[in-house]
């Protein structure tokens, strides 16, 4: 259903260090870089993320966050664990949230600049 989705970021550096990680655990890697941004995903020049510099960077309001596809439990765990090392904060330990279903194992973090993120596995 959805092309790709950009992210303003304040500082491209720090979110490309930040993202260069999570994306990493996930499978997914940077496709293309230059001095205006970067974009993720696993073909070249195809992003399914991208990230851009603005100075007037604000995440999206209560109630929005981005969910990854996670091929495992222990890339949800590596995901988690390289938001924290890269900058991130805990939104929610990796573990099964029975209330989105019986095997529904996720992990919640937010990057540096605010946006809520989550890896999941079902």
């Known amino acids: 259903m959805l092309g790709h989705l ?3 970021v304040s500082d491209l550096d720090r979110s ?3 993202y260069d990680a999570v ?3 996930l ?3 940077r496709v293309w870089t230059s001095a205006k941004g970067v974009g993720y995903g696993l073909e070249p020049n195809l992003d399914k993320l ?14 929005f966050h981005l969910a990854f596809d996670a091929p495992n439990r222990n890339a949800v ?9 890269a900058g991130g904060t805990c939104d929610g330990p990796p573990g099964l949230r029975p ?3 019986e095997t529904y194992y996720a992990a919640f973090v937010i990057d540096p600049d605010g946006y809520r993120l989550e890896a999941a596995h079902q």
């Open 27 to 29: 499978g997914f890697h």
């Open 6 to 8: 950009s992210f303003g």
């Open 16 to 18: 490309t260090a930040f």
């Open 50 to 63: 991208a990230l851009f510099p603005r100075s007037n960077a604000a995440p999206p309001g209560p109630g």
């Open 77 to 85: 765990d590596a995901f988690h664990a390289a938001a924290l090392a």
């Open 99 to 101: 209330h989105y279903g």
């Open 23 to 25: 994306m990493a655990a």
